[in-house]
């Protein structure tokens, strides 16, 4: 079945130092979505990207779809403590299939 | 008004018993989702429901059962409990088919089993 890579798994940066995670798919997709999970939360929906080589911002959070559509990025810029959180990448048509997330976590 | 909404929150059980998680939406999306989540994070997703009918059902154990009684509600009933069942599950919902918003998640259910 499709399978979703996700890294790194665990990212400790300094507030304000730029983040990246990035998102690796076996297969093709049609589209990809992005989610923040905070700590003892529930996923919430950031964006969906459905070109090849789309770009997409939202304030400090830059998403990238890559040319071949099997490979997305989530970059955020200076990053503050409310940024604290789980970022998953999800691809699929009839049931989103998830990545294993990345942890970022902020040192003040 | 939450969007999508489960009960119980939380849930502690003793091993080989039967309970039930109750997920409605009231968005008027088609489709609805359980996930569920491991201690390390992982969101898998168990069983899809558009419209009341059964898209995906992952390979779960059939110890687990859904039921979709109109396309606002997506209940879950687990028998005979085990300890590995022990997670967080979310209900979401969505439009059918891609979209710009997304899935919608409820705020989880911590079943425990001991």
């Known amino acids: 079945g499709q399978q979703v890579m996700q890294i790194p798994q665990y990212q400790h940066v300094q507030e304000g130092e730029d983040f990246t995670t990035y998102c690796n798919s076996s297969?093709?997709?049609?589209?990809i979505q992005w989610y923040k999970q905070r700590p003892g939360g529930h996923p919430v929906f950031l964006i969906q990207l459905v070109k090849s080589g789309e770009v997409k911002k939202q304030k400090r959070l830059t998403f990238q779809f890559g040319e071949a559509k099997k490979n997305s990025s989530l970059h955020i810029t200076a990053t503050q403590t409310t940024d604290v959180g789980t970022y998953f990448c999800?691809?699929?048509?009839?049931?989103?299939?998830f990545g294993k997330g990345t942890h970022l976590i902020i040192q003040p | 008004d939450t969007a999508v909404s489960q009960t119980p929150k939380y849930l502690v059980t003793q091993m080989g018993n039967d309970k039930s998680i109750k997920c409605e939406q009231n968005l008027g999306h088609d489709t609805m989702y359980w996930y569920k989540q491991d201690s390390k994070k992982f969101l898998k997703i168990m069983f899809s429901y558009n419209n009341k009918e059964l898209i995906i059902n992952e390979t779960v154990p059939n110890r687990f059962s859904p039921k979709s009684p109109d396309k606002a509600h997506l209940n879950l009933h687990i028998n005979s409990l085990e300890l590995g069942d022990s997670a967080v599950y979310f209900c979401?919902?969505?439009?059918?088919?891609?979209?710009?918003?997304?899935?919608?998640f409820g705020s989880g259910t911590r079943l425990t089993v001991v």
């Open positions: 999800a691809g699929g048509a009839d049931g989103l299939t």
């Open positions: 979401a919902s969505s439009p059918y088919g891609a979209s710009d918003y997304g899935y919608t």
């Open positions: 297969t093709t997709l049609s589209n």
